[in-house]
């Protein structure tokens, strides 16, 4: 429980930056990107000592978690514009996915 807890504070700082500087669809598009990173965590920490198929196909679901929420945020993000910005949505995800995925390796331990 503790490296998903870790996971959600970094992601909260995360996105209070990404509200900051990019306003509240940034913050739309920053929070869906800690819960798909929570997730994609989620499935493949069990596999880490499993044998490597195992390992190689919860690794691809979870770039596929990653993938087809930022694709729900697209999508949100054209069909209702009025209400999330679709530049700052997609540019709040990735600015908070990104560093996410750069310290994958410290929550699967």
Do not use: C, K, N
Request: glycine content about 14%; cysteine-free.
């Amino acid at each position: 429980m503790r490296p998903y807890a870790a996971l959600l504070a970094v992601g909260a700082v995360l996105v209070g930056a990404a509200v900051l500087i990019g306003g509240s669809g940034a913050g739309v598009g920053g929070a869906l990107a800690v819960i798909a990173q929570t997730a994609a965590v989620a499935l493949l920490r069990p596999a880490m000592a499993a044998p490597q198929p195992v390992f190689m196909s919860r690794w691809l679901g979870g770039m596929g978690i990653r993938a087809l929420t930022l694709g729900v945020l697209l999508v949100a993000g054209a069909t209702h514009g009025d209400r999330v910005a679709l530049l700052p949505a997609a540019l709040g995800y990735l600015g908070v996915l990104l560093p996410l995925l750069f310290t994958e390796t410290r929550f699967l331990r």
